[in-house]
C-alpha cells in the first residue's frame, strides 16, 4: 500500500519532472494552493535528477531484461497486495459495492490467479479501483491544504501526507512478523517503482515535450486528478469555470 | 474510436491512472471513431458525428502523410474554438494584454496544440470512443460523457478509460472547448501552466509566445526532449 501510493508520488514528482532549477519563482501561487512554491521547485529538480540518474535507467534496463508477460504479472501482484489498503478506505467511505468488488477481486486473484500474478478479476467484469486514506480524508471534507513537493516521493499534499501514513497502518505486511521483512518490504517498494516508471516512460518523454511549465503542469495534474479520485469520477460540472 | 499513445499497463494504479491521463491529455484529441450510435442531445451527436470524422481521416489511405496531417489540422481547427481556448488559457494576463498580443498568442497557441497532435496522429491503433451520456454544467455548455476503448489493452481496466468534451454553443454552432480524461481537464491544466509561466516573467505575453513558438518548432522538427525550463 504504502509502496503504490509511493509510486504514484514518485511517478509524478521525480519521473515526469524537467529541469527546473533554472526557473525558481516567486513566493507562491494562491490560486494553485501553492505559497512554498519556490522550495517545491527546488525539491522538484532534486527528484528530477534523482530520475534521470537512477531511476529512468534502470527502468529502462527492466524493460530491456524483463519479457513483457513477466511484467504484466509483477504489475498484478504488486497491484494485488494493495487490496487490504483499499477494502478498509471502500469501508471508510461507506462505499460497500466498491468494497465487494475489491474483496473478490482479491480473493479471486489471490487464488485463481495464482496470488494475483494474474488479474483474473478484471477479465470477469471486475474491475480494479483505487483508494487510499487521502482519498478518504477528501470524502470526509478535509480540505488538501497547500501543495508540496516531497524529495523523493514528489508531489503531496498535508491531507494526501497524512494518508500515506495512515495507510501503512491499514496494511497487513505491518504487523505480520517474518523472516527478511525488511528485504520483501524494500523489494515490494522498490519494485513498485521501477514498475511504474518502466510502464510510461515513453508517454512520459511526451509528455514532457508538451509542457510549457513542467512543474506547474504535473501540479495542475495532481490536484484535479486526485478531486477526480475523492469524487470516484463524478465530479460537479456545474462548477467549471467560465470561457 | 480514438487513438491514443496509451502505454499497456495492466491496471491503473494510482500513478498508472495519472500516467494515462497525461498522456491522454496529449493524444488524445480528437482522433477517435464513435462505436456506437448513441446520440440523445445535439451535443452528444455532435461529438458522435465528428468521430466519425476523425476516423474517416486517420484511415484515410488514398491521400499522402502530409495530406492527412493537413486534413487533420483543418477538422481539428473546425471542430474545437481555439481561439476561446486560448485567451481562456492566458488566464489573469487576457484582462492586461494588448489586443496585437492576444492575436499572437492565439496563433501561436493555435499552432502549437495543432502541432501537438500531429506528432500523436501514427500513433492510432484501432481506439474507440463511445458516446455514454451528457449533462449541462449550468452556464450553458454541455459535457458530453464517453469512453475510450482500447481493444490493444491488456487489461480490463485499461480498456475503458473515461473522457468528457465540453461542448459549447457558439452562436448556432456547437464546438468542444475542453477536454476532460480521467478528471482533468486541459484546458485548465493549460492555464495552469501559462498562468505559472507568465508569473515567472513579469506577465509578458510576448515570452510566452515566443515560448510556445520554441516548442513548436521543436515538435514540428522532431527534436529530442528540450530542457524547457532552462530559461
Redesign the interface.
Known amino acids: 500500500m504504502r509502496a ?2 509511493g ?6 514528482g521525480v519521473s ?1 519532472g ?3 532549477a ?2 525558481s ?2 513566493g507562491g ?1 494562491p ?2 494552493h501553492d505559497p512554498y512554491e519556490q522550495t517545491n521547485r527546488d525539491i522538484f529538480d532534486l527528484d528530477v535528477r534523482l530520475d534521470r540518474a537512477i531511476l529512468l535507467p534502470t527502468a529502462q534496463a527492466y524493460n530491456t531484461v524483463v519479457p ?1 508477460f513477466a511484467r ?1 504479472g509483477v ?2 501482484f ?2 494485488n497486495l ?1 487490496s487490504p489498503v483499499i477494502l478498509t478506505n471502500d469501508m471508510l467511505q461507506g462505499e460497500i459495492g466498491r468494497g465487494g468488488q475489491t474483496l473478490a477481486r482479491f480473493v479471486l486473484n489471490t487464488t485463481i490467479g495464482i496470488g494475483g500474478l494474474i ?1 483474473i478479476a ?2 470477469i ?1 471486475i ?2 479501483h ?1 483508494e ?1 486514506f487521502g482519498q478518504t480524508l477528501g470524502v470526509w471534507g478535509a480540505d488538501e491544504g497547500p501543495y508540496l513537493v516531497l524529495p523523493f516521493f514528489g508531489p503531496s499534499n498535508p491531507r494526501d501526507l497524512t494518508g500515506d501514513v495512515v495507510d501503512i497502518a491499514f496494511d497487513p505486511n505491518t504487523y505480520i512478523s517474518y523472516n527478511y521483512k525488511f528485504y520483501w518490504s524494500l523489494g515490494r517498494g522498490v519494485l513498485s517503482v521501477i514498475d ?1 516508471r518502466a ?2 516512460a ?16 504535473v ?4 490536484r ?2 486526485r ?3 475523492i ?1 470516484n ?1 463524478k ?1 460537479d ?7 | 474510436m480514438t487513438n491514443l499513445s496509451s502505454p499497456h499497463a495492466t491496471q491503473p494504479s494510482p500513478a498508472r491512472r495519472m500516467v494515462l491521463m497525461m498522456a491522454l491529455l496529449l493524444a488524445l484529441p480528437f482522433t477517435f471513431a464513435v462505436q456506437s450510435a448513441h446520440a440523445a442531445s445535439p451535443a452528444e451527436a455532435f461529438i458522435d458525428q465528428n468521430v466519425v470524422k476523425g476516423l474517416s481521416i486517420l484511415g484515410d489511405k488514398s491521400i499522402t502523410e502530409q495530406q492527412r496531417r493537413d486534413k487533420f489540422r483543418t477538422f481539428l481547427t473546425g471542430l474545437t474554438d481555439l481561439k476561446r481556448i486560448a485567451l481562456f488559457t492566458l488566464g489573469p494576463a487576457k484582462r492586461t494584454a494588448t489586443d496585437a498580443e492576444k492575436a499572437q498568442f492565439v496563433d501561436a497557441f493555435r499552432d502549437f496544440a495543432v502541432a501537438i497532435y500531429e506528432t500523436r496522429l501514427s500513433n492510432y491503433s484501432g481506439q474507440t470512443l463511445k458516446v455514454t451520456g451528457s449533462q449541462t454544467t449550468g452556464r450553458g455548455d454541455t459535457i458530453v460523457n464517453a469512453m475510450i476503448i482500447d481493444p490493444h489493452a491488456s487489461s480490463a481496466a485499461d480498456k475503458n478509460l473515461p473522457v468528457a468534451f465540453r461542448v459549447s454553443d457558439d452562436g448556432g454552432k456547437l464546438v468542444v472547448i475542453d477536454v476532460n480524461v480521467l478528471g482533468v481537464w486541459l484546458a485548465i491544466e493549460e492555464r495552469d501552466q501559462f498562468s505559472s509561466f507568465l508569473g515567472d516573467h513579469g506577465n509578458n505575453v510576448g515570452a510566452l509566445v515566443a515560448h510556445l513558438k520554441d516548442l513548436t518548432a521543436q515538435f514540428r522538427s522532431g527534436a529530442a526532449l528540450p530542457d524547457q525550463k532552462q530559461q
Open positions: 503504490l501510493r509510486l504514484r508520488v514518485l511517478l509524478l515526469l524537467l529541469p527546473l533554472a526557473c519563482t516567486t501561487n490560486q494553485a513483457g504484466d504489475h498484478n504488486l497491484l494493495n488479474d478484471g477479465k467484469g474491475p480494479y483505487d487510499d511504474l510502464r510510461n515513453t508517454t512520459l518523454a511526451g509528455i514532457e515535450r508538451g509542457s510549457v511549465d513542467y512543474y506547474a503542469s501540479r495542475s495534474l495532481y484535479q486528478n478531486a477526480n479520485e469524487a469520477g465530479q460540472v456545474t462548477n467549471l469555470p467560465d470561457f
